[in-house]
């Protein structure tokens, strides 16, 4: 249906366009061969006129008939059916070119003499009954010493041109014809070109609306419709990959939410059947299902952050902050949980304030969860360095341990939502996998990016850069 609609439009807008230019060229054409007809008759005539006229006068000086000169003269421009009339100073034919009996004797219109009678040459144009051409007839005086002694008119019709102006207009016609012909052919093609590909998406684009994500259009034009049909692949392409990315999250976190919810149950159960015979056991059932209770909430907190972060719907303030700062507080809180692992924290930075444009909360919660990682991964006795560094532009901060690193194939996948990289060993350790997923949307969203780097022989470095901020007047250095 597309198809028909566009084609009649494309058509009509070419119709029209041919039509008018062809109009307008007809009507400006016509005008101009006109009046070149015309204005080139009236040359010609005005000539001759005068030729006869030199003749013509001698005869009327003396009084002697020039009607044989006339009838001699005209004979030899016949073809042009030019009448020539010699008229007395009243108006009264003495002698006529063709048909002499019927002219010769008549008084011819009072107003064509008027000007003649004041020795003036004039033209006049009008349209004869006679051939239903345009006619013009010139009158001239003939003089003799500044009197005048008669005059000659010559009478002609513009032969052919109507004649020219209807084959003009033929042709026009027939080259609109032609050319409605030919456009309606290139319109047809024209508008398969164009109807071809939006069909094609229309179908497609009712696929993907009924849920077959991998139907794509196959456009291969080089032009604008080529571009809309890869915008279209590449929104299908985005669809499809969104659709993947809710569906594993919905399962990812159903997964996450199952494990604490059954041990939770599990021991309710267990105490329900009386499986706690004493209050230690009661005492430790109760505590397994609190750390669990914990951990789903911690889940859904977490959750919840993560989401809010990724949709824009809190806004982190930024302001100048000071990373040495912030560092260094959650080092001192670190230290009091890593204090039995015996493992060493140490910081190295510029020794003064390092400035970022930051948010000192959600930094610090970055800090935290970088720091949290590294004290578990790392063995007992190891050093965790958080190592602080600047370049004109950019604050860089990296996390340091040398526990057992992660596959340098795993490395890309760490900052996504629920990736662990030991699934069993981090489950145990009470990990959700979500930490590096909002350190990486804090602090992309603070203008930030995150890397992370580890090598087999056991040193891992994660860290971001952050672009810097001057410091402010009166701030400590
Ligand atoms: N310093 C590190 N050394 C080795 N592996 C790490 C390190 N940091 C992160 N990982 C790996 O990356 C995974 C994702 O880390 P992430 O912080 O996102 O989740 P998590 O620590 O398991 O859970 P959560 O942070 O929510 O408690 C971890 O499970 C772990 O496998
Ligand atoms: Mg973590």
């Known amino acids: 249906m597309i198809k028909k609609r566009l084609f009649i439009k494309i058509l009509v807008t070419y119709l029209c366009i041919i039509i008018s230019t062809l109009t307008m060229l007809g009507i400006l054409l016509s005008f101009l061969l006109n ?20 003749l013509v006068q001698p005869f009327l000086v003396k009084k002697r008939d020039p009607g044989e000169l006339i009838r001699l003269l005209n004979s030899a421009d016949r073809n042009l059916g030019t009448e020539i009339w010699v008229i007395d100073p ?12 019927a002219h010769e004797g008549n008084l ?44 000659i008119i010559m009478y002609s019709p513009i032969i052919g041109i109507t004649q020219t102006m209807t084959k003009v207009k033929n042709l026009f016609i027939y080259s609109a014809v032609v ?9 047809y ?14 179908r497609v684009a009712k696929q993907l609306a009924s849920g077959n994500l991998a139907e794509r259009v196959s456009v291969k034009q080089g032009d604008e419709i080529g571009d809309l049909g890869m915008a279209f692949n590449h929104m299908a392409s985005e669809i499809q990959k969104n659709e993947k990315v809710r569906r594993d999250f919905l399962a990812d976190v159903s997964h996450e939410l199952r494990s604490p919810l059954t041990s939770i149950q599990g021991f309710v159960e267990a105490m329900i059947d009386g499986k706690d015979k004493t209050p230690e056991q009661r005492q430790k059932y109760l505590g397994i299902i609190h750390d669990e209770s914990l951990r789903l909430a911690r889940l859904v907190n977490e959750l919840l952050d993560l989401s809010k972060i990724e949709s824009g719907t809190v806004e982190i303030a930024r302001e100048p902050v000071d990373m040495t700062e912030i560092v260094q507080d959650v080092i001192t809180k670190a230290k009091a ?10 910081r190295e930075n510029p020794g003064r304030s390092v400035m970022v444009m930051g948010n000192r909360d959600r930094l610090g919660q970055v800090m935290t969860n970088l720091l949290a990682n590294a004290c578990r991964f790392a063995p007992s006795g190891s050093e965790i360095g958080v190592i602080i560094s600047e370049n004109a532009a950019d604050v860089k901060v990296t996390v340091r341990d040398e526990g057992e690193g992660i596959p340098e194939a795993e490395l890309p996948y760490i900052w996504e939502r629920f990736y662990k990289v030991d699934k069993a060993r981090s489950r145990g350790q009470g990990g959700t996998g979500l930490g590096l997923a909002i350190v990486k949307h804090i602090i992309q969203s603070l203008g930030g990016r995150v890397f992370a780097s580890s090598s087999n022989t056991s040193r891992t470095e994660i860290g971001f850069i952050l672009p810097k901020a001057a410091i402010p007047p009166g701030y400590p250095e």
């Open 35 to 54: 009046n070149f007809f015309i204005y080139n008759k009236q040359m010609e005539m005005l000539v001759k006129a005068n030729d006869i006229n030199k």
């Open 90 to 101: 009243n108006g009264f034919v003495i002698a006529a070119a063709a048909d002499q009996k």
């Open 108 to 151: 011819v219109g009072a107003d064509d003499i008027l000007e003649m009678q004041q020795g003036k040459v004039s033209i006049r144009k009008g349209k004869s009954q006679l051939y239903d051409e345009t006619v013009l007839w010139v009158i001239t005086p003939v003089q003799e010493n500044n009197r005048v002694i008669g005059g």
């Open 179 to 187: 050319s409605i012909l030919f456009s309606a052919v290139v319109v």
């Open 189 to 202: 093609f024209f508008s398969r070109y164009l109807t071809g590909p939006l069909q094609e998406m229309n």
């Open 337 to 346: 949980v890593v204090n039995d692992k015996k493992i060493k924290l140490y």
